[in-house]
């Protein structure tokens, strides 16, 4: 009868790769808790994040491969994540208390659904087992409480602002502060303020992504978020026509400017199936969105079709993720989620190679 041995199943679980660093398991240090008991094997993948796409194809092969060992008679197979939060070795950005990532979602101009997008985005990474947060960066347009439903007054716990929850989202707006109809007319140091204190000043909780809904263009919001804030990367919206595109290309071409990785590019209201004959028409032109993303060397995360309960979804407060999330729209929105996540993982895991690598002394 043949003994199994640790060796034995790690050698096996070598030849299990994860598509999004292209590397084996074993090396990612992502096996843990291996027990053998006679021919009984059990272990741990943990994964870079709850919402990879690959997460039950990497259960499956990793299971045959360990039963195929000689003498192993079970196995059991356990999946679980451990988001890595973003490193910066630069002294003025310290870390947002209670958050591993923050990510800016923004477009180079209005009217392009970068609201709807961040919201849908935030949804299915939560409903993928993420800890999902948003900030209302659009403040001069706060219309996250409108989309997510939500309408209330923010607390404090004596020391810290304690954000408002929906459909499992931390959320903080400024649409939570102000009347409804009550413009906020200000100028750029009271931006500043009030972005600081959203993110210093809140009670986040235990947040793997924090989703920041930018306003529109290239303007003071972005310089601030930038100075102050330790940025894991942006992703940036739009639509397939021309204008569309090329202030996108501005807006991709800001956040290079500001030190910003752009983690992707989301195609939205790329094109419509008519519901009766399912004839496909490209309203807004076709590719645009993709093209970009090839000409400028950056991830494109999907298109999202234009779709009528996208619209009610967001006018009602109960997005498509939540309302229909069988449909093709919420597939598209959870397709450029778990693109947009293993993004983050990949880049995360190589940065904290890169600073093990340096000398402390080193690092600056």
Not at 272 to 286: M, N, R, W, Y
Not at 327 to 353: E, W
Request: charged share 20%; hydrophobic share 40%; with cysteine.
């Amino acid at each position: 009868m043949n003994t199994v041995t640790e060796a034995a199943v790690l050698q096996a679980l070598g030849a299990v790769r994860d598509p999004d660093f292209n590397r084996d398991i074993v090396s990612l240090k992502f096996v843990k808790n291996l027990r053998i008991d006679g021919g009984d094997v059990s272990f741990t993948i943990e994964l870079a994040t709850p919402a990879s796409t690959s997460k039950e194809e990497l259960r499956s092969l990793a299971h045959d491969i360990v039963a195929r060992v000689p003498g192993v008679r079970s196995v059991r197979v356990e999946m679980t994540s451990n988001v890595r939060p973003a490193i910066s070795s630069e002294m003025n950005k310290p870390p947002v208390e209670g958050v591993k990532n923050v990510i800016a979602v923004g477009a180079g101009k209005g009217g392009v659904g970068k609201t709807t997008v961040a919201v849908n985005l935030a949804i299915a990474l939560s409903q993928a087992g993420a800890r999902v947060a948003m900030i209302d960066g659009d403040v001069y347009g706060p219309n996250l409480p409108i989309m997510l439903g939500i309408s209330t007054q923010l607390g404090t716990d004596g020391k810290k602002i304690i954000p408002a929850e929906q459909y499992g989202i931390q959320l903080v707006s400024m649409g939570f502060l102000t009347e409804d109809d009550s413009p906020v007319i200000w100028r750029g140091p009271m931006l500043h303020g009030v972005i600081q204190q959203f993110f210093r000043e809140v009670r986040w909780t235990n947040v793997d992504y924090l989703i920041v809904d930018m306003p529109p263009g290239t303007g003071d919001i972005a310089l601030s978020l930038s100075q102050s804030i330790h940025v894991s990367g942006s992703v940036v919206v739009t639509t397939p026509q021309t204008v569309s595109v090329a202030d996108t290309r501005r807006a991709v071409r800001m956040y290079q400017k500001l030190n910003i990785p752009t983690l992707g590019l989301v195609e939205n209201m790329s094109h419509f199936v008519c519901p009766t004959c399912q004839h496909e028409s490209d309203i807004f032109g076709k590719g645009g969105g993709e093209g970009l993303a090839s000409e400028l060397n950056v991830p494109f995360l999907g298109r999202v079709p234009i779709y009528e309960p996208i619209r009610i979804g967001g006018d009602t407060g109960v997005p498509v993720m939540i309302g229909d999330p069988n449909s093709a729209a919420a597939l598209a929105f959870r397709s450029a989620a778990q693109r947009l996540a293993g993004q983050i993982a990949v880049m995360t895991h190589n940065a904290g190679n890169v600073k093990r690598a340096i000398p402390l002394t080193q690092v600056r």
